[in-house]
């Protein structure tokens, strides 16, 4: 097929900002609710899982809705319910990864990512065996038909970007407490990474703090937030970051280069873009 299947890797691999929409709860799981995204603003939709239920059916429900108006759909990203404290949580865990690479999304966000071990078992777990990794046969046709591709298609696709630079899969890191922190600068260095955030308020209430909302200019989160910052730019990796429609062309000359947003910060971004050009 001609083309990526997940348009924000692509964006990122031609350095152009990603917004995504989408809480870290209450997504409304439903083939019609799939419908109406498939139209979206969006670079990719942000499905919370880790405070958000994990709804196999309904997402499998939704996707199919993305589907049923176009294939490939916009990419999907979960945020994974278990966390990255360890990688014996990591490899007990590993079945929620297959079940919902089946049902076609397109990558995953792993909370309190805090070690690197446990890091490199998630994209273990996203990589297929014959390229070294534990996700095996049986999934690949129905993950395909989300996609739009042939399940031969999809073998060579579902692979983490950048480690693949042919791949459509996306792994972002939450960095957003204080055990994670100290280790940012190798978890940021896994292959397979692609992005990583430093979590304000998580990474506030690490520190001690239960301010809302976060005063995320308190010297110790500002710190916080540098070291995850400087932590991707050495591992040549996205940062992800909060941008509003008042800051964002100073966090973008900065590089920032993944936020949450919506379609008129999106329309800015290219306008910007457009004037650097």
Not at 102 to 120: K, W
């Amino acid at each position: 097929m001609a083309g990526r299947v997940n348009s924000a890797a692509a964006k990122l691999a031609n350095g152009e900002p990603v917004f995504y929409t989408g809480a870290h709860a209450g997504a409304e799981l439903t083939f019609e609710a799939g419908v109406a995204a498939a139209d979206t603003w969006a670079d990719y939709i942000n499905i919370g899982m880790e405070h958000g239920p994990l709804d196999l059916a309904g997402l499998g429900r939704y996707m199919q809705g993305m589907a049923s108006v176009r294939a490939p759909t916009p990419p999907v990203l979960v945020e994974l319910p278990f966390e990255g404290r360890s990688v014996d949580v990591v490899h007990a865990n590993a079945w929620q990864i297959r079940q919902l690479l089946t049902l076609g999304v397109h990558g995953f966000l792993l909370c309190h990512a805090e070690q690197p071990q446990a890091v490199q078992a998630v994209v273990e777990a996203m990589r297929y065996t014959f390229v070294g990794g534990s996700r095996g046969s049986g999934g690949q046709g129905v993950a395909a038909a989300i996609w739009g591709v042939t399940p031969a298609e999809y073998l060579q696709l579902a692979d983490p970007w950048p480690l693949n630079p042919n791949g459509d899969l996306l792994l972002g890191l939450k960095i957003e407490n204080k055990r994670a922190l100290a280790n940012a600068e190798l978890t940021t260095a896994v292959p397979g990474v692609a992005f990583a955030e430093w979590g304000p308020a998580d990474m506030s209430m690490s520190h001690g703090l239960h301010d809302m909302p976060v005063d995320s200019e308190r010297p110790e989160l500002q710190a916080a937030r540098r070291r995850v910052f400087d932590a991707c730019n050495a591992a040549g990796i996205a940062f992800l970051d909060g941008c509003t429609e008042d800051n964002l062309a100073a966090k973008l000359a900065e590089g920032v280069r993944m936020s949450p947003g919506t379609e008129r910060l999106k329309a800015l971004a290219e306008s910007l873009r457009r004037q650097r050009a």
